[in-house]
Antibody, heavy 117, light 110 residues
Framework: EVQLVESGGDLVQPGGSLRLSCAAS????????MAWVRQTPGKGLEWVAN????????NYVDSVKGRFSISRDNAENSLYLQMNRLTAEDTAVYYC??????????WGQGTMVTVSS | QSVLTQPPSASGTPGQRVTISCSGS????????VNWYQHLPGTAPKLVIY???QRASGVPDRFSGSKSGTSASLAISGLQSEDEADYYC???????????FGGGTKLTVL
């Protein structure tokens, strides 16, 4: 079964850091771009970042540039999102998704990140 | 304010046909394919339409997509109660060098 499972979401203080993980199974992870998307409470979906198959090409939404870093370990079939200098505006459910020519065809169930003092 | 503009809500009765619009610009919809997602609160979003008009695996043929210029639309015919969800359009944006989503449309089946 093709599956993505996120983990690492937590309550963190403003200015803190958090690392999200996404475990992939059921497909050849190294063949696909991967992405992170978030949904803030009561609002819509927002694309956060994506990463190429070999990890050398990465793109970010402007609001997280310089604070978040996307990475992957193809040997471990895992995707990561390192989040630094977190603010209340980063509070959201974070989803990882498989990216096929821009279409996000497989999604995880999401992990909740709450930034609050 | 989302880069792609969708109506905040849409509604229809069972069996009706509804359409949801998505308006963009030359830097996104005008140059790139549009994808549509269905999202029920508390669940993972689901791809329904990709490359403007291709149905994703398992999506019934009641769902269709189209694109013209800098706008796109999602149509759902034979509306069913299970179609009640939030729908989002999305596309790559050359100016932002990233994907952009519409603000989402909440579809209510009356």
């Amino acid at each position: 079964e093709v599956q993505l499972v996120e983990s690492g979401g937590d309550l963190v203080q403003p200015g803190g850091s958090l690392r999200l993980s996404c475990a992939a199974s059921g497909f050849t992870f190294s063949n696909y771009w991967m992405a992170w998307v978030r949904q803030t409470p009561g609002k819509g979906l927002e694309w956060v970042a994506n990463i190429k198959q070999d990890g050398r090409d990465k793109n970010y939404v402007d609001s997280v540039k310089g604070r978040f870093s996307i990475s992957r370990d193809n040997a471990e079939n895992s995707l990561y999102l390192q989040m630094n200098r977190l603010t209340a505006e980063d509070t959201a459910v974070y989803y990882c998704a498989r990216d096929v020519d821009g279409a996000l065809d497989i999604w995880g169930q999401g992990t909740m990140v709450t930034v609050s003092s | 304010q989302s880069v792609l503009t969708q109506p905040p809500s849409a509604s229809g009765t069972p069996g009706q046909r509804v359409t949801i619009s998505c308006s963009g610009s030359s830097s996104n919809i005008g140059r790139h394919s549009v994808n549509w997602y269905q999202h029920l609160p508390g669940t993972a979003p689901k791809l329904v339409i990709y490359r403007n008009n291709q149905r994703a695996s398992g999506v019934p043929d009641r769902f269709s997509g189209s694109k013209s210029g800098t706008s796109a639309s999602l149509a759902i015919s034979g509306l069913q109660s299970e179609d009640e969800a939030d729908y989002y359009c999305a596309a790559w944006d050359d100016s932002l060098h990233g994907h952009v989503f519409g603000g989402g449309t909440k579809l209510t089946v009356l």
